[in-house]
Nanobody, 127 residues
Framework: QVQLVESGGGLVQAGGSLRLSCATS????????MGWFRQAPGKERDFVAA????????WYADSVKGRFTISRDNAKGTVYLQMNSLKPEDTAVYYC????????????????????WGQGTQVTVSS
């Protein structure tokens, strides 16, 4: 079992930056693939980014590539999402997720691949 707690959301102007954090409980954090998803009002939950247990492999949605960076600190059991050049269309509730299943060759972009979720943190980007 692993529990996830997101933080770092807030209100920011377009072009600004935010850094989300996801703190985890449990002693096997370094065995999980970690992901970030987001859900805007009235829309489905969309993939944002994921990072392999080693931190070597990362994957991004096309809409955030070059602006967002996912990273992890296995010693602290924390995953981060650095968001730069934010746009109003980035406004959403951002969720952290963990997967302890192996999907060879996968980008881990499907929410069904994750078994653990945080409660979400609101990010609002004003124009």
């Amino acid at each position: 079992q692993v529990q996830l707690v997101e933080s770092g959301g807030g209100l920011v102007q377009a072009g600004g930056s935010l850094r989300l954090s996801c703190a985890t409980s449990g002693r096997t954090f370094n065995k999980y693939v970690m992901g970030w998803f987001r859900q805007a009002p009235g829309k489905e939950r969309d993939f944002v980014a994921a990072i392999a247990w080693s931190g070597i492999s990362t994957w991004y949605a096309d809409s955030v590539k070059g602006r967002f960076t996912i990273s992890r600190d296995n010693a602290k059991g924390t995953v981060y999402l650095q968001m730069n050049s934010l746009k109003p269309e980035d406004t959403a509730v951002y969720y952290c997720a963990a997967s302890n299943r192996a999907y060879g060759g996968s980008r881990y972009s499907n929410s069904a691949q994750y078994g653990y979720w945080g409660q979400g943190t609101q990010v609002t980007v004003s124009s």
